[in-house]
Nanobody
Framework: VQLQAYGGGLVQAGGSLRLSCAAS????????MGWYRQTPGKPREMVAV??????????DYADSVKDRFTIARDGSENTVHLQMNSLKPEDTAVYYC??????????WGQGTLVTVSS
């Protein structure tokens, strides 16, 4: 499975960006997709995850992004989006898309840089 992420860029504090990630065709079903981020010298951290083991889907957010970021998935397209509003300089990071399928596979996409200027 290949994950293609796009949508990063430079934005002023208080602005918005939308990240998207599309998964290539899979043999197994993808049941979790999410976004993680990393800054130099720090471990990668979870930003938002959406899981489709139940109906409706369940979502999980880092405390630092709750009420500002929204994750959504287009299951038919194996695409996940992250709407980021009210961005802060501390949101600056490389954002990575991730996915898990029910065949035991775990996948990472290439990172996309988000820079929030103050």
């Amino acid at each position: 499975v290949q994950l293609q992420a796009y949508g990063g860029g430079l934005v002023q504090a208080g602005g918005s960006l939308r990240l998207s990630c599309a998964a290539s065709k899979t043999t197994f079903s993808i049941y979790t997709m999410g976004w993680y981020r990393q800054t130099p010298g720090k471990p990668r951290e979870m930003v938002a995850v959406i899981t489709d083991l139940t109906t409706p889907s369940t979502t999980d957010y880092a405390d630092s992004v709750k009420d500002r970021f929204t994750i959504a998935r287009d299951g038919s397209e194996n695409t996940v989006h992250l709407q980021m509003n009210s961005l802060k300089p501390e949101d600056t990071a490389v954002y990575y898309c991730a996915a898990n399928d029910d065949g035991g596979g775990a996948y990472w996409g290439q990172g996309t840089l988000v820079t929030v200027s103050s």
